[in-house]
């Protein structure tokens, strides 16, 4: 987990002693959870709110997208907390609570295959209880991609099942009957569920923050099984680069070291049982429009649930944002701050990952000035 916080800042723990309210939220692979967490920032008012994200995929699309002002604290990992509870977490929640700014809240956006209960055990079995106050488990739906069998997947019914909220987003995707279906179908999973439908998760804050709905009571059995993993953590411990992954079965590379390299392999194992992976794709060319074009109509199999990426092509002054939730996609136009690249994630089951990389090596083109006359674009 990377830190927006020197370690010379970890001396006493003067910040809040106790009480940091907590909201965390989940929702399966883009169902609107950075969305939300945009809306939360941009509207927050007078409150100072910090943030810990995570992503499932080894580059960070998300740090790239997440609005950031100056009262916000932005804390970024590399894809650890939905593991179990683990020293990453705890370690950024200290780091966070041992700011001397005061904070206000604290807002914890989990991937889009995290278990939220997990990490809403962090925050309850861990030393961490005294110092936090969970206040709430917010779950994104996206009604336009709703369906637990075709997701097969424990972590998104999990995620219904905790949602002490649920947002029922994308509602301009879908009708009224498709909603009161949808709505009726989360009812089964969670019976008397607190539904809100949204469009781009615009909810009303005071309906989700500091509502104090997350009863601790509940989980008090499934606690103290995982009492025992919690105690084991060394709060003094903030070197972050040797902690124990051992149990993760993932990757935990500094892609920051590769910069140059055309793209990374890596491959995700997360929740192994739900065969989700991802595939991160970087290069430092720029994609030829028409290419890339080719491999979205041709070569984008319909096992790729989610992609978000950065990108990069030879044809466009502008950067662009692209999602793809499901079968839509989407390309924004926005502009560069930093150098140009292209960075994509491709989160699915049963990913042919060496055809996928090779495919998208293909969609790099040579930059313009170095081209030939006319041939070979
Ligand atoms: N049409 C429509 N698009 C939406 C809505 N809310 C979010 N989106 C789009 O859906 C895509 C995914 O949104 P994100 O907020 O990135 O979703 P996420 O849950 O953070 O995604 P992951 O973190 O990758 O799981 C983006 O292109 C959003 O602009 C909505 O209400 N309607």
């Known amino acids: ?49 910090a943030v810990l994200v995570n992503e499932f995929g080894e580059i960070g699309i998300d740090n790239e997208l997440i609005v950031s002002t100056g009262e916000n604290m932005v804390e ?141 009571d509940k989980y008090f059995d499934t606690v103290d099984e995982h009492n025992h993993d919690a105690h084991d953590h060394d709060h003094d411990h903030h070197e972050h680069d040797d902690h124990d992954h051992s149990t993760c079965g993932h990757d935990h590379h500094d892609h920051h070291d590769h910069h140059d390299h055309e793209h990374h392999h890596h491959h995700s194992d997360h929740l192994e049982n739900d065969g989700f992976t991802s595939i991160s794709f970087q290069t430092d060319k720029p994609f030829s429009i028409r290419k890339f074009q080719y491999f979205l109509d041709n070569q984008l199999t319909e096992n790729i649930f989610r992609a978000k990426g950065i990108m990069w092509f030879d044809e466009s002054p502008n950067r662009h944002i692209f999602h793809l939730c499901g079968k839509r996609f989407t390309m924004d136009d926005d502009e560069w701050k930093g150098e140009k690249k292209n960075q994509l994630v491709l989160i699915g089951q049963n990913l042919d990952q060496n055809q996928l990389l090779e495919q998208l090596e293909k969609c790099i083109c040579l930059p313009s000035t170095t081209r030939g006359k006319g041939f070979g674009k």
């Open 76 to 216: 970024l990992s590399n894809g650890c907390i939905c593991c179990t509870i683990n020293n990453d977490l705890v370690d950024a929640v200290y780091k966070v609570l041992e700011r001397e700014e005061k904070l206000d809240y604290l807002v914890v956006e989990t991937t889009g295959l995290a278990d939220p209960l997990p990490v809403a055990l962090t925050f309850l079995g861990t030393e961490l209880r005294d110092l936090t106050r969970l206040d709430s488990i917010i779950t994104v739906v996206d009604a336009a991609n709703y369906s637990l069998d075709l997701f097969n997947s424990q972590a998104a019914h999990s995620q219904i099942a905790y949602g002490d909220v649920i947002v029922l987003n994308k509602t301009d995707l879908v009708d009224e009957a498709t909603l009161n279906e949808l709505e009726k179908k989360i009812g089964e999973v969670k019976e008397g569920a607190r539904i809100l439908r949204t469009t781009r998760s615009q909810v009303p804050l005071p309906l989700i923050l500091s509502v104090g709905l997350f009863q601790s």
């Open 1 to 49: 987990m990377q830190s927006a916080v020197t370690p010379d800042q970890s001396q006493a723990m003067d910040a809040p002693k106790q009480g940091l309210p907590v909201t965390i939220i989940t929702g399966f692979l883009g169902s609107g959870k950075t969305t939300l967490l945009n809306h939360i920032l941009t509207n927050q008012q007078g409150l100072k709110t």
